[in-house]
């Protein structure tokens, strides 16, 4: 009888303590990579778009402010730095590949990533966003963690952009497959490469299922993006003046 008091304090404010949010997202995740098992592993259905659909229902049902929620899980948040510096252990595995490919990757990088964040743009502007939403859009196809300044930097919503990031993720990953099978593309240095450029870490985690090498692929062409991104967005935008 004691402990009802305590919970109901958690649910009416997990700010005040961390637990419950973070209970709640590893359970979410955990819960969405079972689901994600039990359906044949779709790559449709990736188990971070399966545990944002858990936690988006059970924040709806229970007591929960989702600003309450999301000042609880920032200590999880902490930990996107430390990981995403993590996959420079395979970059390190795989360096004599990368050095072999290193003038196709430095022609396609500045490419793909400058068209990953235009079309967004566009399709946006003719479509009457504004400034903000925009601003929230442009860093879609980049890293989390270096993907939340740029957002903050631009006067952008962090929410919305973390939308954008997940959509973005899942429908990337599914199509490069799609157009791998179209075009008898097997090779897993151009596959990881076009999953980390455009998948950020959604696509990384699906290159590391085709092989280690697609892997670390996928790590250089994630890291890549995010460094030329979060250099080249915020000029573009002060020179057009957004």
């Known amino acids: 009888m004691n402990n009802v008091p305590v919970l109901q304090t958690l649910l009416e404010s997990p700010a005040s303590s961390p637990v419950l949010a973070i209970a709640l997202t590893l359970g979410a995740f955990l819960s969405g990579s079972w689901i994600f098992r039990r359906m044949g592993s779709p790559i449709w259905a990736p188990p971070v778009l399966l545990s944002a659909m858990l936690l988006s229902v059970t924040l709806a049902l229970l007591p929960i402010d989702v600003r309450d929620y999301r000042t609880g899980a920032q200590w999880l948040t902490v930990l996107l730095g430390p990981a995403t510096v993590a996959l420079g252990v395979p970059l390190y595995q795989q360096m004599h590949h990368i050095r072999a490919l290193w003038r196709p ?12 964040a235009v079309y ?38 962090v929410s919305l952009m973390m939308g954008g990031l997940l959509i973005t993720g899942v429908v990337a990953t599914l199509f490069v497959d799609l157009l791998a099978r179209w075009l008898s593309v097997s090779d897993e240095r151009v596959l990881g490469f076009a999953l980390g450029l455009n998948g950020h870490a959604i696509g990384t985690a699906r290159a590391f299922e085709l092989g280690s090498t697609a892997g670390a692929f996928a790590s250089l062409g994630m890291g890549l993006t995010g460094v030329f991104t979060a250099l080249m967005l915020p000029l573009a935008f002060r020179w057009i003046g957004a």
């Open 105 to 116: 990757i430095l022609c396609t990088l500045p490419l793909a990533a400058t068209l990953a």
């Open 120 to 157: 967004a743009l566009v399709i946006a502007g003719l479509l009457g966003a504004t400034p903000e939403v925009l601003a929230s859009l442009a860093p879609k196809s980049v890293t989390a963690p270096i993907a939340i300044g740029i957002t903050e930097q631009l006067g952008g919503s």
